[in-house]
């Protein structure tokens, strides 16, 4: 059986942050998961607290989010470790495809459905959608692709909008990564740059739908800023999410380079556990399953999507190590009567309550597992979607799940 | 094949979050495909299995794995899209060359018994246009030479000549070494076993025939079921004599580890695969109980490795990598590209070999950005490709550690 | 403005739709006035089952005969809005089989096809039945789409020159001593107003009859039986599956394009509006309906929803199903001294055509016509058209285009050719006259997509993103009484779309 210093257990940016974090420290890692996380679906940029009120400093609004939530995720890490973790983050990401926070507060930038939402640290691909002027900002959209409606955005927006035809593809759908791939080549970029060119009535700024390209997107940029004479920015679509992807492949190369043992493609089947102590995983392969032992595991298994958490008709469970999970008493009480509410529905609240140390406990409060830490938004006392804060969950709690473990 | 004997379809759980998408590589170059959303579990809501097929598009999947192993809810995209394929292939007739192409086990000692001819032949463009012409197999493709002496023959004479190294069975080691390996591309076993008796094994072959690949991968059920059912049986005679079995080629291996059991319910499969390793996955563990040998020579390389996708779909990480980074002065990177574009015949066939180009062209960018001299890949698939797309030599990790252990 | 006509019809439900084709097809003018979209009443809130009868045959022969006999005929006039599945009547241990016998003799009484399968006969043709089922028998049962064939019988009467108006609602009723001169009416979505004048009214709304009547002072007695249905994501069984016993709640799964629909209930209601699927009743159903197929036991499903039985009664009866389901009616010429008001209730969507029939019939006599009907002879439009799962995947495959809803397979082109007709103003109606929104996500992408369309070809009215909220809104009240497994990470993904990715 192999042996590790520690197992990461999902391959969302939670468990990719407590990989990188251990590995950093010297750790013999693996990382076990299956499919990307919520990176490729919802996260184009860093959210960290979106919620809070416009042109408050990202610190002070943590400082005063923790002292309101103590039992908030935020509130275990620390707005200074937060603070860290954002900055591991973003070593990983050096210039020219670097993440940036304007002011240091929330920004907003335009979406696929033409609103705004407040974000916070925004790859560089994105900057310039940060300050969409009315009159000065054209929306390109491209025939085929359907995930994105230029006019739509416009007319929200109260700006132009333009739908380009792509040569090869008449009367066809083309897929969000067919397109990205396109925009990585040249010749691709100098026609459609050069036809947008013509057709711009004095914009200054040009927003595409966020598939400028996978591994060069900076380049996609510039080149087309330098034909059209206007900047260019990426707006959020429908899954799936480049920029996430982006950020996915960056942590995959990255750890397999650093020797971190990336077994992507199936999930944990069972733990197996000595009373307080985890001593290994299960992966089943069919028909062989595998074992992994560890001194130490970090679960971070994300929600319902990625099956962190699963729900029959009656309750909701933790299906690995089957920990005792905060939730509404019944069914009942999980969703409100209407969809939107001024109060987010009671489930998403619901996840693996930790101790400060993000460590699993029980309704009493006594540790679980002594040798297990919880990360990202499988955690409690949250609700990462109204508050605008799951990716800067997903990173403040992986790294200090590592902190917290390689301590001990 | 009876549908009952197959798997339990769940294309029920998607939950159309399109992760499958963001990987697919056909969906990625091509707009024929819709993409593994719309081909496994989209359509299978629409399908009737006493409905004639229409999928016209369903061969385009040439089951890369990629996007089961970022589907979150557990689809087994690819298994959907096989077994509509199948289906559709079974109704709609299949042409010759696709028997061609999955047969060549058949034909492959006379390719080496008449290598010089055949070879020659093979690189002819006349020929090559009319091969075309007749079997719709692409003429810009380089069909893969063969070599006048198989493995198998050279591992008789390598036997013969008293090369036993340790008697008892405790160290012996039987090896499944693919069609590919014992004719067109000998040095690969040659490699392997020369590494494997470096580190105290005694190599046997059993009785061996092509595991099916290309068969299934061309929806043939009954033809790979029959190649199992040879294999097996000879499998269970080595492993119950105390040898676990090797692999060199991840694509023989993923099939006969995973596919033999689950999609073929070839009896006692599953007992096979508990005792068959990936080669290096074999060797790491040998590491791990310190049973390696470790003396290495120098090698002053830059190497590329390219995972092939049956190796991420064998769930075992990237073991060739972890062991030759062992390999002083050797300098190896993880090339950044996910699929060849290969896709076994999938790329030798015209309809599809500019698919498979195109795919192929992120794979080349890839390795033009690492510069490297050498190109490793555990897929004999790979190999053809990127020498077809790069030009540069390519060879199996097990040569380069067998260069380094013996010269 | 005024409109004049012959016959006023109220109620855009299958019955009103199709009186008003009968009449056209008599030649006589008429107007129908519905206040939502077609088929906004139960006629659109069914489980799609093609009646064959099999129901009534030992509890209601009258019924029974009446269905087989317009199942016949609708097979000749609507086979593009009917699935020909078959269907069967399972007998489980705890049935016996007595009923199974009472069911045949009363089925060869009113002339249904029956034939008796084996058990593994029918487990053959049903792989997901229970194995322990001890018989099965086969009737001609089908699959109806009650939108489309709703929808046809609209075109084919404005085809003979009658006059639709929807989103139209009736404020009052013009009397003029014993007879009804006209209606005042409004137009919701323009916000006019106007009247109608005809010598003719007939009050087809089915669960909303006494909110007409009342505007003539009048009222009959009515029961209104809520029944909720639930909606598989896949499609579990190709014919119909009856419970082989007296009729009772969650015993029919009606196989309807992609999915499985599970029935039914039946809770007394005061009121037509505001009501819901409760999780007792999702419970049931699935807890009966697995009886017969034990792999819905672990289903997917995709959304709940209920529907309103009108249901006629001249005196208090106890159980709904008891109350006759054959349909009623009224001359309120006898009954009130109104000379010119009809009010047509009860009954059933299979059963619709006969009751257009008898109604035209009474206008007919009433106004001394004698026009015989032809509804039974004329194939609606589109009988030609072929249908099927088949045929939309084949769509799919040849000439793909964009394809908007990837759940259900809908081409961008479809619906360009629906929005270019420019008739329709309501965003619903959009969603109602395809087959948007009906699989797997519900609409969580598709809908969208929809919107980017609409602003594409410059047909975006109002605030898009508040009628997208409003669409969401609506969505969940379907989906809600069914929010967990597989369907709660759905959820949980549309969510994070609209909510986060959105903002919305």
Known sequence: MAHYDLIVIGMGLSGLMAAKTAAEAGQNVLIVGKGMGSLCLFSNSIDVLGQLPKTMRMRDGLSRWVKDYPEHPYSKVGPERIEKALSSFLSLFPPPYSFQAIGNENCLIPTGAGTRRPTYLIPMTMVGGASVDEGHTLIVGFKGFKDFYAHYVADQLKCRGITLSLPDVSNQEITATALTRLMGKKSFRENIGIEIKKQLHGETRVGFPALLGMNDPIQVKEDLEEIMGAEVFEIPILPPSIPGMRIFNRFKDWLIQKGVTFLLGYSVSKAILNGKRCEGIEVLRPPVTTSYSADRFILATGRFIGGGLKANDEKISEPIFNLPLSQPQSREGWFRKSFFNDLPHPIHQAGISTDPSLQPVDERGNLILENVWVAGSILAHHQCIDEKSREGIEIATGYMAAKFALER | MKKETWPQNNFDVCIRCATCMAVCPVSRVTPKFPGPKQAGPGAERFRRPDEPSVDEWIDLCFGCHLCDMVCSSGVNISELNLIAKAKYLDEKGRPFRDWLLTHSYLYGRLGSFFSPLINRLLRNSQIKWLVETLFRIDRRRELPGYESSTFRQWFKEHHSKGNKKVVSTRNRVAYFYGCYTNTNEVDVGKATVEVLEANGFEVILPPQRCCGIPMLGNGDFKGARKMGLYNVPSFLNAIRSGSDIVFSSTSCGYMIKHEYSRLLSIPKAEEVSGHLHDLFEFLRNLKESNGFNTNFKELPRKVGYFAPCHLRALGIGLPALEILRLIPGLKIDNIEADCCGMGGTFGFKKEKYEISQEIGKDLAEAIDRLKPEIILSDCEGCRMQIRHLTGLKVLHPIQILRDALTR | ???????????????????????????????????????????????????????????????????????????????????????????????????????????????????????????????????????????????????????????????????????????????????????????????????????????????????????????????????????????????????????????????????????????????????????????????????????????????????????????????????????????????????????????????????????????????????????????????????????????????????????????????????KTGKLKDFQDILHRTRLAKGTCQGGFCVYRLFGILHDLRMAEGDSNKILKGFLEERWKGIRPILWGVSLKEEELIESIYKGIFNL
């Open chain 3, 1 to 419: 403005m005024k409109i004049k006509t012959e016959v006023l019809i109220i109620g855009g439900g299958a019955t009103g739709v199709g009186i008003l084709r009968d009449l056209a097809l008599r030649g006589i003018p008429s107007v129908l006035i519905e206040k939502g979209d077609f088929a906004s009443g139960a006629s659109g809130r069914n489980h799609g089952l093609f009646h064959s009868g099999g129901r009534y045959a030992v509890s209601d022969p009258e019924a029974a005969r009446e269905c087989i006999a317009e199942n016949r005929i609708l097979r000749k006039i609507a086979p593009h809005c009917i699935e020909e599945t078959d269907g069967l009547f399972v007998s489980l241990p705890e049935d016996g089989l007595d009923f199974r016998d009472k069911f045949l003799r009363a089925c060869e009484e009113v002339e249904i096809k029956t034939t008796l399968l084996s058990r593994d006969e029918a487990l053959e043709s049903e792989p997901e039945l229970n194995p322990n089922l001890l018989s099965a028998v086969k009737v001609p049962d089908g699959s109806i789409d009650p939108f489309t064939l709703v929808l046809e019988n609209a075109k084919d009467a404005e085809g003979h020159e009658a006059k639709i108006l929807l989103h139209t609602v009736m404020s009052s009723l013009i009397l003029d001593g014993d007879k009804v001169k006209g209606a005042r009416v409004k137009d919701l979505l323009q916000g006019e107003e106007y009247i109608i004048e005809a010598s003719h009214i007939v009050n087809a709304t089915g669960g909303w009859a006494n909110q007409l009547l009342k505007l003539a002072g009048l009222r009959i007695g009515m029961a209104l039986s809520k029944g909720s249905m639930l909606i598989t994501n896949q499609r579990f069984n190709h014919s119909v599956i009856n419970r082989c016993r007296p009729p009772s709640d969650g015993d029919i799964v009606v196989p309807n394009h992609t999915v499985s629909i599970l029935g039914t209930t039946s809770i007394r209601l005061e009121g037509v509006e505001n009501f819901e699927v409760t999780s007792q009743e999702v419970s049931l159903l699935i807890q009966e309906t697995s009886k017969m197929i034990p792999a819905i036991q672990e289903a997917r499903f995709i959304r709940a929803y209920a529907g309103i039985r009108p249901l006629f009664q001249s005196e208090e009866k106890g159980n709904d199903r008891a109350i006759s389901r054959g349909f009623v009616l009224i001359d309120h010429g006898k009954r009130d001294g109104i000379k010119n008001l009809i009010t047509i209730t009860g009954g059933k969507l299979m059963t619709y055509r006969l009751m257009a029939e008898k109604t035209s019939d009474l206008v007919c006599e009433k106004m001394g016509r004698d026009v015989l009907c032809s509804t039974h002879l004329k194939p609606l439009p589109g009988a030609s058209r072929p249908v099927g799962l088949k045929e939309r995947l084949k769509q799919f495959s040849t000439d793909r285009g964009e394809i908007l809803c990837d759940c259900e397979l809908v081409p961008r082109k479809e619906v360009e050719e629906f929005l």
